[in-house]
T-cell receptor, first 113, second 112 residues
Framework: GAVVSQHPSWVICKSGTSVKIECRSL??????MFWYRQFPKQSLMLMAT?????????EQGVEKDKFLINHASLTLSTLTVTSAHPEDSSFYIC?????????FGEGSWLTVV | GQQLNQSPQSMFIQEGEDVSMNCTSS?????WLWYKQDPGEGPVLLIA?????ELTSNGRLTAQFGTTRKDSFLNISASIPSDVGIYFC????????????FGQGTRLTINP
């Protein structure tokens, strides 16, 4: 069965607004989750590591004030794209580690209009 | 950042043909993973390799962890239409490491 779930699967928002994407681990606790971004026909790019109870660790070049990550519980991490612009339109995917193997969520399509 | 070299970038084959793709790296990885991604969905784990030289099968899929720990290949036998998608290799610098390094992906297209 599924290990991790994302919501929503797709979202459309207006420029300047903020949008939140949720990543939930199913039936287990995940102290660490990862957020990736994927542009069409490209590989996954790690954006940040979400740590339960502490600040997220961002990869070089990723704006932490733009992409807010909150890991308030052991089963939920959220990615908030603030003041979204059309260039933020992308496919966002989270992942978790379970028994030495990394599993991915279904992904969330964000379209900023 | 660090990246795996995956080839080929795309493949166009006839249904029933076998497929082979590989990944190489200048760094040593302790775990190799192969994922398949369908359009609009997250990657799904196909095969995980934990030991150098390990050969593992999952149905029509076979993957091997190179003995140098710097490469891996994935073979698909007797391809079927549902094999269409993008295949990614990924490496973990150590078993259980939470960060993955990804290949660029191999886009597989199958002509019926």
């Amino acid at each position: 069965g599924a290990v991790v779930s994302q919501h929503p699967s797709w979202v459309i928002c207006k420029s300047g607004t903020s949008v939140k994407i949720e990543c939930r681990s199913l039936d287990f606790q995940a102290t660490t989750m990862f957020w990736y971004r994927q542009f069409p026909k490209q590989s996954l790019m790690l954006m940040a590591t979400s740590n339960e109870g502490s600040k997220a660790t961002y990869e070089q070049g990723v704006e932490k004030d733009k992409f807010l990550i909150n890991h308030a519980s052991l089963t939920l991490s959220t990615l908030t794209v603030t003041s979204a612009h059309p260039e933020d339109s992308s496919f966002y995917i989270c992942s978790v580690l379970l028994r030495d193997t990394i599993y991915f969520g279904e992904g969330s399509w964000l379209t900023v209009v | 950042g660090q990246q795996l070299n995956q080839s080929p970038q795309s493949m166009f084959i006839q249904e029933g043909e076998d497929v082979s793709m590989n990944c190489t790296s200048s760094s040593i990885f302790n775990t190799w993973l192969w994922y398949k991604q369908d359009p609009g969905e997250g990657p799904v784990l196909l095969i995980a390799l934990y030991k150098a030289g390990e050969l593992t099968s999952n149905g029509r899929l076979t993957a091997q962890f190179g003995t140098t720990r710097k490469d891996s290949f994935l073979n698909i036998s007797a391809s079927i239409p549902s094999d269409v998608g993008i295949y990614f290799c990924a490496g973990q610098l150590r078993q259980g490491a939470q960060k993955l390094v990804f290949g660029q992906g191999t886009r597989l297209t199958i002509n019926p």
